[in-house]
RNA sequence: GCGGGUGUGGUGAAAUUGGUAGACAUGCUAGACUUAGGAUCUAGUGCUUCACGGCGUGUGGGUUCGAGUCCCUCCACCCGCACCA
């Protein structure tokens, strides 16, 4: 058990009320242990960890170090230390080197010794696993920090819903990128749902195809990446991203004014409005031309902002044939469309499909498109334009937080070089601070700390960043194997004893978040030789998420008539006052109902309302009125039972429905509508669980949510089932009891049926809970219930055993229970009952027999009765004769043990 | 648009390998008991029909002696991704 205890919403909480997140935290978990311990989870808390621990985050930045002392060998296809690296380069260089890097110089041994301590530093940072680079990432000025790709949901934090901005900024930088193509072999291994998997895939986005290099009119070359180097006999024209480095340099001076005016344009709009805006076509020319390289034709140079600066290499070469996009700029802008596909009409759509054969294309017609594909390949890179390729739309994970309450880097700085802080003095605890706030010049909070402040400082200044949300969580079900070790994260032994998690239930919000980057890290330690599997978590189920019932009540105002339209201003002033004052809710039944201004109940309200306001302001009376409806508010549900308002709690909840009045059903109550959604406070739809807790018991509670319905389906909650389970343990209980609640079981030996109630029951709830059924398991629990009360079955054996299947689920009834059958020891150090087959051995079974398909009756007969004989007895039953009616079957299917079914 | 998932009574759902659809619970109806309760017990409850019977697992088709389950088509809803070259 543990807690990822750092974060946002803490810090929050801190700035607003000024304490310390530690203190804040440490109470939240009092409370969260409180709920856990409540509920009778049966946690092994002397694995305790906490993400927040010095003596926890201690190992995340012991693991940070690790991370930056290594590099990805692309050869070796894995991670090895920086030193390896170092040797490399003091004998040969970086030329034959084939890493993960942003390394673009070459250098040779002897470049390399000549290196200046700085160089040489700058250049094993381009190196490194996780490293520190000006990068353009996602700044949200509201949390005043920056975010993840992941932490974004439609253009907006996904914790706040804040507007976050591009900004250029120094950053520690997670090299996930280099894991992409293992990140997604190895989700073959993993026994995950597909839709996480794919989640997953996408996410990392690869795409195969080719590197190509178009070279301009004056000699500048535009690199772009496509997936269909097939189709390169197809391109008309190339489009840069407006952003692309090479768009100010060849644009023509003709075009320029254009050009700049349309950069501008783009640069105005939002990134999210770009992508929501996908209709308009729309671009600049520049004047400049490419030459293809095959047919030597000129092509066209656009800018657009359908290409994307930043996916691939910021430019495409335009295939109008083949990309709906493409062939909508064409057709908008008038530039040519070349079909290159074989009896294909290409001139209303493209065509992207990936069977069609190549025409018009020199060397590459007739052939399907895969094997172009192969071949154009081999023709780029013989000609020396390009090289076959695969990208990722997975980018490097931005690894810092300009945020308090994070794990600090064990990191700092001497004249703006990074060093690290040598394990002898981990952790770097956190500072205090007088604020959780950015410092006047716009640092992290950390930069408020003084030189005492901190427990290891060094060097000229230490890392003002703290880590993300994700970097303890990352590794933290390895501490779980072995939590108090001070001399390493987790031993080799412990690690390789319980080596993966075999079950990892949990929400599939976390796909791109959590799951990605636990994975990310454990094969890092993988390639490092600190553990021996690749993958963290081997099996996981998705529960779905309990959602919250809201309800509503359906507010109306009074629209009325008047006879004289000369209505001075002052009228208008006193008629909106009261109808703002005479407000008025009707039960759902009448406001669903399409003549609600007929009702009798509802033309009496009018009426009463027309003549208070006529009685005062008698030179403005108004003849008649409907309701009109103005909108649904939600309502606490605690004010409900049965979707039956309490109307007076209701109006003394808020001020603002003091004076609420009703319009009541036939029956005389209020009934509310409802909706199933999230829970939320602004819903007023939050039930904890203490409340259920306090009113049924923890063991109803546990129970009920598993009844509720399968573990992987979100549902809402609705407490209206959790009497029929609380009904059930109490007759549970009785089986123990008599009349008068007194502990009575019968010794001796059990019925039969007992015995085959207690062993079906054995039986069925081992399947159960081996395919995590759990809503299946408690009915079972009801039907043996319900059995053996029919029997009056009190016996010891039965009820003993039944009780140790029933305890994970119920653990308080059935450890009293236990007690009380005079056991010492607790339930939980017992064994599992052993399902015993002879038990459920019939003499006779019920035949379902069957005409053409259809059940009509059941005939019971000898189970060890062979197939003849069962036919012959069916053939002969007299209700078989009433049904056949004369006629002879045309067949019959015998089933033993199962059916019988007569084909007429 | 692409990918994934889900469609069964008034409601939550069950049916594990193609073999009695709706178990279990809730809700509702009627009744019993009673220190009147969120208690306990009995009977009924998919739709339709007075009944015999007929119909019934989102739609339409197919395979099969037999389909909620397998195959194809379409529809609805939910989740994720989305100008990804």
New binding site residues.
Partial sequence: MGYDSFGLPAEQYAIQTGQHPAITTEENLKRYRYQLDQLGFSFDWDREVRTSDPNYYKWTQWIFKQIYNAWYNVTANKAQSIDDLMVIFENEGNETVKAHTSCTTIFSASDWKGFSEAEKQKILMQYRLTYLADSWVNWCPALGTVLANDEI?DGVSERGGHPVEQKLMRQWSMRITAYAERLIQDLDEVDW???IK??QK??I?K?I?ASVVFQTENGDAIE?????PDTIFGVSFMVL?PEHPLVNKITTEKYQENVAQYQKQTGLRTERD??A??K?ISGAFTGAYAIHPFTGKKLEIWIA?????????????A?PCG?Q?DHDFAGHFGIEIINIFKGIEISEKAYAEKDAVIANSDFLSDLPVKEAIRAAIVAIEEKGIGKGQT?Y?LRDAVFSRQRYWGEPFPVYYKNEIPYLVSDEALPVTLPEIDKYLPTSDGEPPLARAKREDWNAFDGDRMEYNTMPGWAGSSWYFLRYMDPHNEKAFVSKEKADYWNQVDLYIGG?EH??GHLLYSRFWTKFLFDMGFISFTEPFKKMINQGMILGRSSFVYRYILDPIFQSNELSENDNELIIKFIKENQVYLSKDLHETSKKNSLDSIRKFIEEKKSLFNKTNGHIAFSDSNLKYVNALYADIHLID?DKLDIEGFRNWLPDYKNAEFILSDDGTYTCGNEVEKMSKSKYNVQTPDELVE?FGADTLRCYEM????LE????W????????H??L??FWRLFHDANNNFVVSDGLADKASLKTLHKTIK?IQ??LE?Y?F??A??NF??AT?EL??QKCNNREVLSQLLILLSPYAPHITEELWALLGNEKSITQTVFPNFDPAYLVEAEF?Y?V?F????RF?LPLPTDMDKEAVEKAVLENEQTLKYLDGNSPK?V?V?QG??V?I?L
């Fill in positions: 949901k749902s597909e839709s794919d989640q996408n996410w986005g795409s195809g772009v990446f496509t997936t269909r991203a770009r992508q805006d996908i308009t902002d359908y290409v994307l600066a930043s996916y691939g290499t910021g430019a495409v070469m295939v990309d996009r990208n739309r599939s796909a791109t049965n009113k009844f509720l319905g399968p389906q979100a549902k809402p609705d407490t209206k089932g959790i009497n029929g389970v009904n059930f109490r007759k069925k399947d159960d395919r059924s809503n299946t408690v009915s009801m039907i319900n009360t029919e019920a379902p069957s053409n398909g259809k059940m059941t067949k299917i089933v199962k059916i079914n084909v």
